[in-house]
DNA sequence: ACTTAAACTTGATCTAGATCAAATACCCGG
DNA sequence: CCGGGTATTTGATCTAGATCAAGTTTAAGT
């Protein structure tokens, strides 16, 4: 039996805990703590309330929570989420780490989404209030920030368009490509964590047209596709499959 | 003849600048001064660059130019839009008066998408950086910043999603409405700004669409419209039709 | 190993909305 | 007031993708 790591007992496990500070993260460079110095760091570092694990199917938060922390994933994943009155789900992102969770709550100061965990996932809570101060006295904590959400508009502007189903799912797997490759994973085999379900929800399709264009991909030579894992042959074509999209999604 | 509005030259036109001012224009409570107190609104004015007019088709940006500034729309009104490799255009949204533009441009530092005015409009120019660091003083003005991209992203995730063309028009219809009482018009009757094709593009139905679905609203008794002229009668069984999506949209 | 349920795939239809095709209305310059 | 271009409406088809309907594979218990 291995010792349970949400307590530290040990001085390896205190050594565990010196690896989790921002400063040794290895998402330094796509997170919050992008261009800051040591001794920002460590107040930043100060703020951050890691929590977790959260396993499959947990909520990190709901629709309707009041609002008082964003999120950095640290590690798995998770989907974001609205369920409209008809009962249809829409699903909104899905967050990788490094990626900021909850910034649409800061307005009207409670969840607007759900989001779900869609493997054993772990996040960095940030209290806003404490945030908020903290960026009026760091300044490249407040551009980090600004960055970080110009980012996600400019995200959510591209998925907004119209766009066909090849077009959609090619641009999907292209951007995860490129954000596993930011992130030091194979940008050309990665797993899935998320359902066809999930795929479909979030490129506005039926499971069924996620399922048949996979396969139209892979008959293409495009991909190689089993169950959740997927291996990228042809990443050229598929990227001139979606340059209408401007490349890529998230 | 009047006297031209961009130089002033008369007692009258020192008054009109005067009026100008964030501290007594109209939007002040939606636009970013919400919330200042008089010092620290007369910083944030000094930054502004009041201008244009631009007239219906001007450009006040357009995709690749370098990010300097961010607008906040005073008069008249814009769409922001992106022009596909296949020549489609994709109507991003329509910004009203004490709507901010440019925002997506933060993090590349170049636009990412065209703003054209619909109308004779101004805009309020506000140079990035100084804004930047004026927000790192003023803890109020770094509140409003994010609380404005906060709704930015929340009404783009809400037309994310999968909604019939009667949904979504009607979400429209009831966005602009709720907009323009924000803005102390009426929320029952006002000219759209949009040619069909904008309102089109921005929702993902073909002209003809929006042409029909306007048909059936009036013969159902929902709306009465002539060309821009749209006038809503019903704008309980508008919410209903559209609750789906959470009610707005913009 | 056996059961059951969920996830996924595949095939057959159906349909909302796109596209194609005119006709009509409006607007602007001369 | 007139001619030509553009915006809008209306009608007739067409189609991408949805929906309906079985299968099939996988995973989790028991």
Redesign the interface.
Known sequence: MEAKTDVPTSPMEVTRGLREACMSCSLHELCLPRGLSGHDLERLDTLVDRRGPHHEGDHLFRVGDRFESIYAVRAGSYKSY?V???G?E?V?GFHLPGDLLG??????SHH??NAMALDTSTVCALPYDQL??L???I?GL??Q??????????D??T????FTAEERLAAFLVGLSSRFRERGYSPREFNLAMSRRDIA?YL?LATETVSRVFARFEKDGLIEVERRAVRLLDLPRLQSLC????GLQR
């Open positions: 609205t409209d009155s008809e249809r829409h909104l910034l649409d709550a800061i307005y009207p607007l989404c908020s101060i960026s009026g006295e300044s407040r551009v920030i600004m960055r970080l959400m110009s980012k996600d508009l400019a959510t502007a998925l907004a368009g119209d929800n506005r340059e209408a999209m401007g």
